[in-house]
Structure formats: structure tokens, C-alpha cells
């Protein structure tokens, strides 16, 4: 059994009636608040103490998750609890089954499988299961799925750099310095800026030469186009030929006057082949152009023709 003071007030009611002396109720008010009996099986008479610390607000989507769990559901296709997973930002939720003897492991690979495929990692994720979610668990599945990364990962650059490889065997190393001239490669039938001739096998393959700008990328350079060209500036190396020192510089690319004019369309697809390109086999199409004779038709990509004029391939299928 504990015993006690009767309070500040009560104390001091009993002790004034046998003692007296100066700050005797000062004494009596100190002693009770100091009284380490009373702080050991007294409440306190106030206001819960602790302000509320609300979670910070994310700032976009699936940023900061909260999880909870549903638990003594009667069972439904072998699952009795519901995992819910909530963005703290739409409040957009998932609801997953779970059975009711799941682990950290169990609920962090059908989060991987289920919620990661969707929105990606979070940067936070707010969960009270303490008891299941102890550090030990997690870490042991995040150690496995960094390992599983890293393999992957290892196998990538394996096919990446053998993929590389072989591309590299048929093609050379360019780059350009800023300040130096180059010509530029353009085909007539997809550039509107550049001049129509009656026959394509007589046209200019090459413009310029023109300044190289700036270099973007690895393998991309923007060019000092004339103001009134209506082409992009930023042209891949494989489209650009060095210029020799001397040579004319040409400012200005062949006009159209009609911009109409310059879209050159298939009229029809006269025959077709399949030949040997970089070792590979690459099927062509002899196209007759809309305005040409059928002696100036091209021989073309089939891939690439097929790209560009989707509607004619579409209105005329061939096998």
C-alpha cells in the first residue's frame, strides 16, 4: 500500500494548525510538487501535453505513401486481410489481398509487383506495423533486390556493349569542332526548304557548307542555318560532311516558293527487291513520284517508305 499527502491545500491545512513558520506555504507547495510518490501514482489534471506534428504535405503524386492493413475479414478466394495503400497526395488508393500470416518480405515483394509497376519507388512510406516491419526484414528484402539489380544491371551492359559492337563494325568515328563549316545531307522528298527538280537522281545531296554552332549530345551538332530555313538546326553527325578549307561558303538553302511544292508524294510502287545492306537483307520498293516520269521512279527503303507515307502503304497494301 502507498501512502500520501492529501494535496497542496490539504497539507498545508493540517500543517499551519501545529506549525508555523516564515514561506511555511511556499515549503508545503514546493515539497507536494516535488513529491516523487505523487509523480509515481497520481494523474495529471491537465491538457494531453504534446502539440500535434501533422506529416508534410507531398508535392506531387505517388511521392509519399501511407500503408495500412484490414485484418479479421472472413476469408474470400484464401485471403482475410486487405492491404491498403494510399498517395498521401490524390489520396488515389490500391487494395491488395493478403493472407493473415504475412510477413515484411511477403508485403514488400507484392508492393514491388503490384504498386512499384505503376508509380515507381516513394520517396517516403508511413506504415505503424512495427512489430512486422522491423529493420532487419527490410533490409534482408532490400539487400535481395539490390542484388537482382545488379545482376540485372550487369547483363544489361553485357548486351548493350555487344549490340555496340556490332553496330560500330560498319560505322567510323566524326565529330566537329565549334567554328567548323560543314555540308549538309538533305532529301528533297522530306525537306520542304530545299529546291524541286524535275529529276531526283540530278539533285544535290549536300548544302552549305554551314558554321557549326554548338555541339549537342554525343553524336548531334547545331548548325548556322539561313533565318528564313524552315528546317530544325540540330542535325545528326551522320548527316554532315566536313568541309575542306577554301571552300565557298553557300549562306542561303534552294527556296520554295509554293510550300506546297515541296511534299513530293508516291503515286505508285512499281516493283520491288531485297538487297544486301551491311550484310544484311533490306527489302526496296522502285516508287514512281507523283509529277515524275516513270523513268526518274526511286529505289527506296521499304522501312523507312513505309514510315513516311503510312496512308499509301495502308490504301496500297502489297505482300
Known sequence: MVGGHSGMLGTYQRM????????LKKSVEAFVQECDTCKRNKN????????????????????DVSMDFIEGLPKSLGSDVILVVVDRFTKYSHFLPLTAHYTAKSVAQLYFDQIHILHG????????RDKVFTMA?????????????IVLRENLLKAQNRIKQLADRDRTDRSFEIGDYVY?????Y???????????????????????????????????????SLIHPVFHVSMLKKSTKGAAVEGQLP???????????????????VVNKRGRSAKQVLVHWDGMTVEDSTWEDWVTFDTQFPEFVKANPRD
Request: proline share 10%; net charge positive.
Open 255 to 273: 527556296q520554295v516558293i509554293d510550300e506546297s511544292a515541296g511534299k513530293v508524294l508516291p503515286l505508285a510502287i512499281l516493283d520491288q527487291r
Open 121 to 128: 519507388l516513394p520517396r517516403s512510406l508511413v506504415t505503424d
Open 44 to 63: 495529471e489534471h491537465c491538457k494531453p501535453p504534446g502539440l500535434l506534428q501533422p506529416l508534410p504535405i507531398p508535392e506531387q503524386a505517388w511521392q
Open 137 to 149: 526484414a527490410v533490409d534482408d528484402w532490400c539487400k535481395e533486390r539490390r542484388q537482382l539489380n
Open 190 to 228: 522530306r525537306q520542304s526548304s530545299a529546291a524541286i527538280r524535275k529529276n531526283f537522281k540530278l539533285i544535290a545531296k549536300y548544302y552549305g557548307p554551314y558554321e557549326v554552332l554548338q555541339k549537342v549530345g554525343t553524336v548531334a551538332y547545331k548548325l548556322k542555318l539561313p533565318e528564313n
Open 184 to 188: 549538309l545531307k538533305l532529301q528533297p
Open 16 to 23: 499551519k494548525d501545529f506549525f508555523y513558520w516564515p514561506g
